[in-house]
């Protein structure tokens, strides 16, 4: 019986085996499995030396994306990029491939905002510069940003890390204090570069989020024509897509992300493509029941 897992330390919160079930029930794969599995980096290598011929994919979460390129050839060029593996998909040799599904989360859960958006898009934000910062960067250029400011509660480091990604990708990148952010996408700054609408991404973790939050809710920014895409779908609406709808700002659920990564990971693992809608609706029926 095919068999798939998703990794990761903690895992218990995961929703990824409510979207592949469906996916599969969905597609009629009714031999397939997936189930979570509490791996940390210590214990990777042996779980993934364990898995027999039958275990088709691995999904990884925290903290296995980067420690997953010790085990993975070859390793596909978004991943490298990124510096994240989050798929490992079984290869007919027995080794295993690496893959990066969520800028494609990424870009599917902004691109309808994209599309629906007013005024010239050059432009992006992001909120955080940790891991998944990179893939937010590489989402965003895809869409066509070419300029994008990133604000961080430790600009520099920011900056340092994101720097070469940036060059390589062709865009201008600028930094912030995250204690700035508001000002940064306020009308007047995008109007300065010549924008009248832009995506905004919030990779921070709920610490920094509440921070985010705080700050625009104590200021008056008026956020109309920014789309913010917060990649946290628990406990929705966030504080801080709360504050972003109260001040004029659409609002994407990180639950859409989660959505369009595992459709691409379900391909990957399956050959077989599922309907996103299908795994959305699992997804808030299983946020409902809590």
Not at 146 to 159: F, H, I, L, M, S
Not at 184 to 199: C, E, H, K, N, Y
Request: hydrophobic share 45%; with cysteine; proline share 6%.
């Amino acid at each position: 019986m095919p068999q798939a897992y998703v990794l990761g330390s903690p895992i218990a919160h995961s929703l990824s085996p409510v979207l592949h079930r469906a996916a599969y029930a969905a597609l009629g794969l009714t031999d397939w499995s997936y189930a979570a599995r509490r791996v940390d980096t210590a214990g990777f290598r042996d779980f993934v030396a364990g898995c027999g011929p039958q275990v088709r994919g691995l999904s990884l979460t925290m903290p296995l994306k980067e420690v997953a390129f010790t085990l993975a050839d070859p390793i596909s060029s978004r991943a490298r990029q990124a510096g994240a593996i989050n798929t490992l998909v079984r290869l007919p040799s027995g080794g295993w491939r690496g893959e990066n599904t969520d800028i494609a989360g990424i870009i599917a859960a902004l691109g309808g905002a994209q599309a629906a958006g007013s005024g010239e898009l050059g432009g992006g934000l992001i909120l955080g510069a940790g891991a998944t910062a990179r893939s937010a960067l590489m989402a965003l250029s895809e869409l066509g940003c070419t300029q994008v400011t990133v604000c961080a509660r430790d600009p520099e480091k920011a900056g340092r890390s994101l720097a070469a990604l940036a060059t390589a990708l062709d865009v201008s990148l600028t930094v912030r204090s995250l204690a700035r952010w508001p000002q940064v996408i306020a009308p007047r700054s995008l109007s300065t570069l010549g924008m009248s609408s832009t995506l905004a991404i919030s990779t921070l973790p709920p610490p920094g989020a509440h921070e985010a939050a705080v700050t625009l809710t104590a200021g008056s920014t008026d956020l109309s024509g920014v789309c913010l895409l917060d990649v946290v779908y628990a406990h929705w609406p966030t504080p801080l897509a709360q504050a972003a709808a109260a001040h004029g700002a659409s609002v994407v659920s990180g639950l859409d992300m989660l959505v369009h990564q595992a459709v691409e990971q379900v391909e990957l693992m399956t050959g077989r493509r599922p309907d996103w809608r299908v795994l959305l609706t699992a997804g808030h029926a299983a946020l409902a029941a809590g």
